[in-house]
């Protein structure tokens, strides 16, 4: 069921200060912005040998944790994000956040599974687009 990590979300308080900082550690310039209200909401770089995905998210944007934190959150590619999530919640996860489509070709959802641990699973465009590549068409 799991194919693969499609996106690593963090998330920061001060947007601006995490992109300095990530563009810096990474050397490269996020290459994708979203604004919410005028305001940075999310900042994704593609890095690494496979252009995995790591977003920067406004941390008002974040699920958070069962004590209030926020909590980084891995996305493990599938290809039905609803079916899976049915899946996960049939073996026992409980919901965390429903599937929701940030755009064509995104779609999210998490579940916590009984050990308390956050699993997302997505379908993400971008990975089977490198996939292909990968694999020569």
Known sequence: ML???TTVSLFADDLTAARRWYTELLGVEPYFER????????????????????????????PGTPDGGGAGIAYWAVDDVSAAYARLLSLGASPHREPFEHGPGFVTASVTDPFGNVLGVMFNQHYLDVLADSSGG
């Open 35 to 62: 604004s919410a209200n005028g305001q940075t909401a999310y900042l994704e770089y593609r890095i690494g040998d496979y252009s995995h995905e790591l977003g920067l998210i406004d941390r008002r944007f974040a």
């Open 3 to 5: 194919r693969g990590l």
